[in-house]
């Protein structure tokens, strides 16, 4: 093997161990729930701007069960109201609205709500979300029942949770509501 070779590998396994590393070192700063058997993995939610009137939660939903089941949002203590989003993009502009019924979680099959796909909308905020701190909403699943979720605030900006920021859809001018 030559110098270089060596050198190449050892840098590639120092980027691997710093990979790793910073996986294994992302908080999970928010706690899991189950009801009936639907789980639920790290609700999360980012701050918002001043003025913003819409703020937005993200979470993993796991359907353990053997029947399908519907999630919707009834309630959130920061906002008038509460809703689940889906996203498309129709010629080239993002549109968000809400899911008619609920949205389907499949037996078996893990549905994520993340930035700029399916996500719980918070209509009407009562205050800005302040990073470190908690929004708790109410969903409601046709068959699971109702459970109350604390969704941890990240940064203005956060991709995902434990992320530091990165891209920002607020304020864009690219995202339109359809309003019902
Ligand atoms: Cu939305």
Redesign the pocket.
């Known amino acids: 093997m030559t110098e270089t070779a060596r050198m190449v590998i050892l840098v590639l396994v120092g980027l691997v161990a710093l990979f790793v590393a910073q996986l294994t070192a992302t908080p999970s700063l928010a706690a899991d729930y189950d009801v009936g058997s639907i789980h639920i993995a790290q609700p999360w939610s980012r701050a918002t701007p001043k003025g913003a009137i819409?703020g937005?939660g993200y979470m993993t939903i796991t359907n353990r069960g053997t029947m399908p089941d519907r999630v919707s949002c009834v309630s959130s203590d920061a906002s008038a109201q509460c809703?689940i989003?889906s996203?498309t993009m129709e010629g080239g502009v993002m549109k968000?609205?809400?899911v008619e019924g609920g949205l389907e979680i499949k037996p078996g099959e893990t549905v994520t709500l993340a930035p700029s796909g399916f996500?719980m909308?918070l209509?009407n905020l009562k205050h800005p979300l302040e990073a470190g701190q908690t929004v708790k909403a109410t969903l409601k699943f046709d068959k699971a029942g109702t459970v109350d979720v604390d969704f941890s605030v990240m940064a203005l900006g956060a991709s995902a949770p434990g992320a530091a920021g990165g891209m920002n859809m607020q304020g864009g001018g690219m995202m339109q509501?359809d309003k019902r």
């Open positions: 819409t937005a809703q989003h996203m968000m609205r809400p996500h909308m209509v509501m």
